[in-house]
């Protein structure tokens, strides 16, 4: 199993400021994924970020709103850019715990309030 | 294109009634594997089951047991004899292989006393 941390847990914040989100793991993996839940919605895949290489951005998504680094194989951040309360959500880090496909571990989550 | 459909957008029961989640999968992929997610008021989320789409027995956990049919392309849960505990937001998902999961909406189990 992998065991993901993320930081901040939750955060208010004003209209127009950015905020980084940390996601560390207790083992080295090759791929981390960020996800988005809107209020009372379900997962939405943000970004692929392998370490090494730019991130990969799903459709909807641009690098320039959520800037992403993986400077190593435990480590990864995301950034939400120039927030408006349209970005309150939950985002969350997770990778494969090892597999076929195996089991995809979540942090807890960040849980954003943009004011 | 992959897809997951859980019509049931909420749910309530009372404690110890049996409750199924029903979830429904497309894709074209012949190997892939469908997962269930617990999300309690908390907000994290607990795994439950992985399956692939090689392995049709279903499979049971205690109170709760899972029921696979790749010709109605369904993936349903079942909670046995429900508790208040029970109460959250449940996810139905689908991938193939080191790929994106692709989520259900969600179906919301509310279990009251």
């Known amino acids: 199993s992998a065991v993901i941390s993320q930081k901040p847990s939750r955060d208010i914040c004003q209209r127009g400021t950015s905020l980084t989100i940390q996601c560390q793991v207790d083992s080295q993996v090759t791929m981390m994924f960020w996800y988005r839940q809107q209020p009372g919605q379900s997962l939405t895949l943000i970004a692929t970020a392998n370490q090494g290489s730019e991130a990969t951005y799903e459709s909807g998504f641009v690098i320039d709103k959520f800037p992403i680094s993986r400077p190593n194989l435990t480590f990864s951040t995301l950034t939400v850019s120039n927030m408006s309360p349209e970005d309150s959500s939950i985002y969350l880090c997770?990778?494969?715990?090892?597999?076929?496909?195996?089991?995809?571990?979540f942090g807890e989550g960040s849980r954003l309030t943009v004011l | 294109a992959q897809k997951v459909t859980q019509a049931q957008t909420e749910i309530s029961v009372v404690e110890k009634e049996d409750v199924t989640l029903d979830c429904v999968y497309e894709t074209r992929d012949t190997t892939y594997y469908l997962f269930w997610y617990k999300q309690p008021p908390s907000g994290e989320l607990v795994f439950l089951i992985r399956?692939?789409?090689?392995?049709?027995q279903n499979e049971i956990s205690g109170r709760y047991s899972w029921n696979f049919q790749k010709s109605t392309s369904s993936f349903n849960f079942t909670i046995t004899a429900s508790q208040v505990v029970d109460s959250a937001v449940y996810f139905c998902a689908l991938n193939t292989g080191f790929q994106k999961l692709v989520f259900g909406t969600g179906t919301r189990l509310l279990v009251s006393p």
């Open positions: 997770s990778v494969y715990g090892g597999g076929m496909a195996g089991e995809l571990f």
């Open positions: 399956r692939n789409s090689f392995d049709e």
